[in-house]
């Protein structure tokens, strides 16, 4: 099986969020396969730039220029609640719409502090109900909140971020198994995929599974 296909999500509609625009071959088959594309607020202009104009441009529209919010103003669903990020947001008109398979791109690889609000924000959203994967350049972050197995190949690299350090989380089929909870979140990381698949298994919590693309 090819890593395009092994990793490659289907998704009812992908969220491109103004962090660092995708180059690698994986998330930009998503991004242009996708039929839904759902623009956080500023990302417009990257998508512009590469001739993709999304479904609609979510945000309260404070680092969008003139010209691209008349080019644009179709288009536009503003949400001024300052109480929560733009990717929130295009998760909430994800929902009203009727979609709750989502893809993620852009939501890291420049700040640093955007990169991880917007990576813890996954569990969340599982929890509400979406089926949500998060793609960068490098690799996928997966969240879960019980036990799960994920497609993989021998070598490829593994971490475990779990929110929740109470809980018991059983390993099977990585190289460094383990049987406890995870009380930091360095505890979970640098692991290996030993075969085709591994588990994690638990009953209830909160974890978030980043698996590289490459070994």
Request: hydrophobic share 40%.
């Amino acid at each position: 099986m090819k890593m395009n296909d092994l990793f490659f999500t289907y998704s009812d509609v992908v969220i491109v969020c103004n962090g660092q625009f995708p180059t690698h071959e994986i998330p930009l088959a998503i991004l242009r396969q996708a039929k839904t594309i759902i623009c956080c607020d500023g990302a417009i202009l990257k998508l512009s730039a590469v001739g993709i104009k999304p479904t609609v441009i979510v945000g309260d529209f404070d680092s969008i220029a003139t010209e691209l919010r008349e080019a644009y103003s179709d288009i536009m669903f503003h949400n001024p609640d300052q109480e929560t990020n733009d990717l929130t947001k295009s998760m909430q008109w994800a929902k009203q719409h009727g979609f709750t398979n989502v893809c993620i791109l852009g939501a890291t690889g420049l700040r640093e502090d955007h990169a991880i609000a917007n990576i813890s924000l996954l569990a969340e959203y599982e929890q509400q109900g979406f089926t949500v994967r998060m793609v960068s350049d490098f690799g996928i972050f997966t969240p879960i909140s019980h036990t799960h197995s994920f497609p993989s190949f021998k070598g490829q690299q593994v971490s475990i971020f779990s929110l929740q350090p109470d809980v018991t989380i059983r390993s099977e089929n990585l190289k460094y198994s383990f049987d406890r909870p995870l009380r930091s979140w360095w505890c979970g990381t640098l692991n290996e995929s030993l075969g085709e698949q591994f588990t994690l298994h638990f009953t209830k919590g909160e974890v978030i599974v980043y698996q590289l693309f490459n070994s």
